[in-house]
């Protein structure tokens, strides 16, 4: 009996160990085979541009890859470069921004290279889909978000988290020299105030003395590991780790095993105690889509861009007026002449008539755009505005960062931070030309929330300055930027937070 049971398990060692032998010469000679692709499309290059990338002797002149781009494009004559190793064409080209995103447009999707990379977090959601998919839901979302009901229900979610729980929180760390890393909560913010306009759901992420939801955590989690696959030297290094379900690979697949499980709670919950009288968006959408896994995709994709754009635009621009206290004081004042000495704010009208708000809002995209860089990849051989021809297969950037440096755009002063360019005898006047400033895109794929992200960014704005002084707490020239899909300070935002004693009036004077 004993001598059977151990000659069981040697055959079972046997076969382990031939399993794990098999397994072995799988993994490498699949690494054999990539590495031989990855030398053969990456390595043979000695040009200037790609050795300065490869072996990162840019950081020894810039602090952020987007500011050696930016150099790399004012040089150009073209305003055109390709990085060779990473098969990219990058531009600050308007007319090539218009010709990818409105002339040649079927000939510039996003690509089944990008779609692969946020595949498994977003799955058919809006922003990872090209074709059919692409067009039902723009057309769905188009029709939803253009309503003025949605509309008015997202002024008033993004109103209550001001007034319940952002301006409580300023308030709170206003009376001593606290620090407070300011991105962090406008993270905290908008991920609050997506998750109730898209859900319904309430994640309570900016109640500090409460810990992170799972879902929260989950999210945050899922969104970071998926944008550093987008960082990765080849595809072939994370589609690998993703194979054999390790390192980071292996945290992303259950961070996003988390966030479907709890996303698919919801939509059963919504469906079983009914959905017709509530106003998220995901509740609108039930009414056309039965499938669950798609309704998922389609609101995660929300989440995932009505988060970290608006908490990257909300950081730069309060890092902005930090440093520029001339144009707080000019807010304040338009402030006092529209909606009146310590008044609220109590419509969307309101917001409408403050110029200056909406300008300074403008020059600071213009400056710091939440994301930094678009890609498409060509399908078939084309040749840009520019001369630049581009083969099929090749990724091809346009770059608003870059193209809110360029002299020929903006002037001579296209450094300065100064909201008065977009101010025609005090009425908001915005650029004639979309793609010269497509920070929301431009064309066919323009953002669909542009206005309602507007309205957000331009609330929480003004209701901090006009009850809070935001001083920073290291005053840098230069923000340092952490790799991935939207901009991020590296070392967040610190400030100090002080009441906001001072009138406006005698602000404005102080710096006039």
Request: aromatic residues 12%; contains cysteine.
């Amino acid at each position: 009996m004993e001598a059977a049971a151990s000659s069981g398990i040697r055959a079972f060692d046997d076969y382990y160990l031939l399993f794990v032998f098999f397994l072995l010469v799988i993994v490498i000679m699949l690494l054999i085979f990539f590495g031989i692709r990855l030398v053969r499309v990456r390595v043979w290059c000695n040009c200037e541009i790609c050795q300065t990338y490869i072996e990162s002797r840019w950081t020894t002149q810039f602090g952020n890859l987007c500011d050696w781009y930016a150099h790399l494009l004012k040089n150009s004559p073209t305003r055109t470069i390709h990085i060779h190793v990473l098969n990219n064409t990058i531009t600050a080209n308007p007319d090539n921004v218009e010709y990818m995103l409105k002339t040649r447009f079927d000939n510039f999707p996003k690509g089944k290279p990008f779609s692969a990379i946020l595949g498994d977090f977003l799955g058919r959601g809006i922003f990872n889909v090209d074709g059919d998919l692409w067009r039902f839901q723009r057309k769905m979302a188009s029709f939803e978000l253009g309503r003025t009901s949605i509309r008015a229900y997202s002024f008033q979610v993004v109103n209550q988290e001001i007034d319940r729980r952002l301006l409580p929180l300023l308030e709170s760390v206003s009376v001593g020299n606290q620090v407070l890393d300011l991105q962090d909560v406008f993270r905290r913010f908008s991920f609050d105030s997506i998750c109730r306009f898209s859900f319904g759901l309430d994640p309570k992420s900016l109640e500090l003395s409460l810990p992170l939801s799972k879902f929260a955590v989950s999210f945050d989690l899922a969104s970071r590991l998926s944008a550093e696959r987008a960082m990765t030297a080849s595809p072939i290094v994370w589609k690998i780790k993703r194979l054999l379900n390790i390192g980071r690979e292996k945290q992303l697949r259950k961070a996003i095993k988390i966030v479907h499980i709890l996303a698919r709670e919801v939509i059963k919950q919504r469906r079983k105690f009914g959905f017709s009288d509530q106003n998220d968006l995901l509740s609108r959408f039930m009414s056309s889509i039965s499938d669950e896994t798609y309704l998922r995709d389609i609101i995660i994709s929300f989440l995932l861009a009505g988060r970290d754009s608006m908490a990257s635009a909300l950081t730069s621009f309060f890092w902005l007026v930090a440093c520029h206290p001339e144009v707080e004081g000019a807010i304040l004042i338009e402030a006092e002449k529209i909606i009146g000495p310590n008044q609220d704010l109590t419509s969307y009208e309101q917001l409408r008539e403050l110029h200056y708000l909406h300008a300074a809002v403008y020059e600071s995209m213009r400056l710091y755009p939440p994301i930094q860089f678009d890609s498409k990849f060509c399908l078939e051989d084309d040749l840009l505005p520019d001369g630049s021809f581009v083969k099929r297969g090749t990724r091809v950037t346009y770059h608003p960062y870059a193209m809110g440096r360029m002299e020929e755009i903006w002037g001579s002063d296209c450094l300065e931070f100064k909201p008065e360019r977009w101010l025609r005898n005090g009425v908001f006047f915005p650029h004639e030309n979309p793609f010269k400033y497509p920070v929301f895109q431009a064309g066919i794929r323009v953002c669909l929330g542009k206005e309602m992200a507007l309205v957000e960014l331009k609330s929480v704005a003004i209701s901090l300055l006009r009850r809070f002084h935001v001083e920073l707490a290291q005053p840098e020239c230069t923000p340092r930027f952490s790799p991935g899909l939207t901009a991020t300070f590296a070392d967040g935002l610190r400030v100090l937070v002080r009441p906001q004693s001072v009138s406006s009036s005698s602000k404005q004077s102080q710096h006039s």
